[in-house]
């Protein structure tokens, strides 16, 4: 993976709320819309995009869009400017500034981005995929009854997706998956994510999962406790897989190593950036351990390049690679549509994929511009 360098003459940050379809309930909060952090770098050349996964409350994780606008101004750019700079740079450059991965993820997505639209090459190529289009899966949030989430169920595998993932806390876990394996049967590729919802002392509870044949459980403990991770795994069958824990490739081998997880879940802003994601997929590669894309309720931008990962080869189970139409009625990019459960991978220069600035000035709340002098 090669690249050419840039020199960013100014940064827009640029605040997005874009309304969800549906309310998004997981174990941590409830979503009505999304409120996004775009990052829109200029060169004397062109310009790039980057977005931030970070959420409007740190509940996720620490990281949250009003402290990831605030450490990005005054903390990250400074380094970037004045100077010619290219996407592998960018984390050695920001290393200063101790922690805000998904903020520093957004920098580099956008030099990145501004890096191939110079040259004039799509992420996909850069990142050397082979692979056209990738299975695309559904997350479906937690529900107010188990009827209404048979019904969302039921409509998400007649809109195609090949694989469902439910959230689950406890109180809301046995029986909705029971419910929906009885409904759809053991052909339907199923999995769960708690977002660290449970504890060890769960491990018997739990365990009953077993007899759904799950693909997995992600990420049932808290994310810092690897060893009791290593310990439920003895425990259950069913696969368990890591996220919230998994924030580097060191942090993946580790708990690979020690047997903590069998499946790790790639999301590139929480790791740092798609460079450092490739670096996690490498590595899960090298000790045979599957990994698939989760999502964050990306926008078009988020989106593509997320498609674009999960290309890679070790991708081999089903991601979060959703069409925009999950969550948004109109997304700010052209919509990514699914075709036969599967998306496309963009194949356009930079991302992939092209701003539409209509959309992008209906959903745009605030925007900040900052100049090369302004950081100096």
């Not at 969550?327 to 036969?340: K, L, M, N, S």
Request: glycine fraction near 8%.
């Amino acid at each position: 993976m090669e690249a050419g360098g840039i020199t960013v003459e100014g940064v827009e940050l640029r605040r997005v709320a874009l309304p969800l379809v549906t309310p998004f309930r997981t174990s941590f909060g409830v979503q009505h819309e999304r409120d996004a952090l775009l990052v829109r770098v200029r060169t004397s050349q062109g310009e790039g995009w980057g977005e931030c996964v970070a959420l409007a409350d740190p509940h996720y994780s620490p990281e949250y869009v009003d402290g990831a606008q605030h450490v990005i101004r005054h903390h990250l750019l400074p380094p970037l400017f004045g100077r010619s700079i290219e996407a592998a740079s960018v984390t050695q450059l920001l290393a200063h500034v101790k922690g805000h991965p998904m903020a520093k993820a957004a920098l580099e997505m956008a030099v990145l981005d501004a890096e191939l639209r110079l040259a004039n090459r799509s992420l996909a190529n850069f990142l050397g995929v082979t692979r056209s289009r990738v299975p695309s899966g559904v997350s479906v949030g937690i529900f107010g009854s188990i009827g209404e989430l048979l019904e969302a169920v039921e409509r998400y595998i007649s809109e195609g997706y090949v694989r469902i993932k439910l959230k689950i806390e406890p109180g809301w876990d046995l029986e909705p998956v029971r419910a929906v394996r009885e409904l759809f049967g053991d052909d339907l590729a199923l999995q769960v994510d708690a977002n660290t919802a449970y504890t060890l002392a769960d491990a018997d509870h739990l365990r009953r999962l077993d007899e759904f044949d799950l693909l997995l459980i992600e990420q049932p403990l808290g994310e810092d406790d690897v060893a009791g991770h290593a310990e439920l795994a003895r425990r259950i069958r069913t696969p368990v897989c890591l996220d919230e824990s998994i924030v580097s490739a060191a942090s993946a081998i580790d708990a690979i190593d020690r047997g903590a997880c069998s499946v790790v879940n790639v999301k590139a802003g929480r790791v740092g950036g798609y460079l450092e994601a490739v670096r996690v997929h490498d590595a899960c590669a090298a000790r045979n351990v599957p990994v698939w894309c989760g999502g964050m309720l990306e926008t078009g931008l988020g989106r593509a390049a997320n498609i674009a990962l999960a290309a890679l080869p070790n991708f081999t189970l089903t991601g979060d690679v959703s069409a925009s139409a999950r969550f948004y009625e109109r997304d700010i990019t052209a919509p990514i549509v699914i075709e036969d459960g599967h998306v496309n991978v963009p194949t356009g220069p930079g991302l992939g994929v092209e701003v539409d600035h209509d959309a992008l000035t209906e959903f745009t709340t605030s925007v900040e511009h900052v100049p090369r002098r302004a950081s100096q």
